[in-house]
């Protein structure tokens, strides 16, 4: 089996900062695009940003400036900085990766963390 963990989340004050985590294991061959993604209560989940196992990112125009998201791939492990958090920040944050399992087989599959809670209140 495959699962990721997310962890790092809590309560900040507005304008602090928090640093997300998110480590996969089990069965893993590779892993190509990891990213994160977060739903407040009575929201959809969102994109928040994205990153490639080559080191290409992408961000949700909400958080650019203030996220930033990096990977070790030695730790199958993806991070999320956040930086000047605002209170609309506060959801639970999720991470996801999209894994090859087998070195004999090409089939790659997205699996998700179970989330971690951030909540940005003064």
């Known amino acids: 089996q495959v699962q990721l963990v997310e962890s790092g989340g809590g309560l900040v004050q507005p304008g602090g900062s928090l640093r997300l985590s998110c480590a996969a294991s089990?069965?893993?061959?590779?892993?190509?695009?990891m990213g994160w993604y977060r739903q407040a209560p009575g929201k959809e989940r969102e994109l928040v940003a994205t990153?490639?196992?080559?080191?290409?990112?992408n961000y949700a125009d909400s958080v650019k400036g203030r996220f930033t998201i990096s990977r070790d791939n030695t730790k199958n492990t993806v991070y999320l900085q956040m930086n000047s958090l605002k209170p609309e920040d506060t959801a639970v944050y999720y991470c996801?990766?999209?894994?090859?399992?087998?070195?004999?087989?090409?089939?790659?599959?997205?699996?998700w963390g179970q989330g971690t809670q951030v909540t940005v209140s003064s």
């Open positions: 990153i490639t196992n080559g080191g290409m990112t």
């Open positions: 996801n990766g999209d894994i090859r399992k087998y070195y004999y087989s090409d089939t790659r599959n997205v699996y």
């Open positions: 089990g069965s893993i061959f590779s892993i190509n695009d």
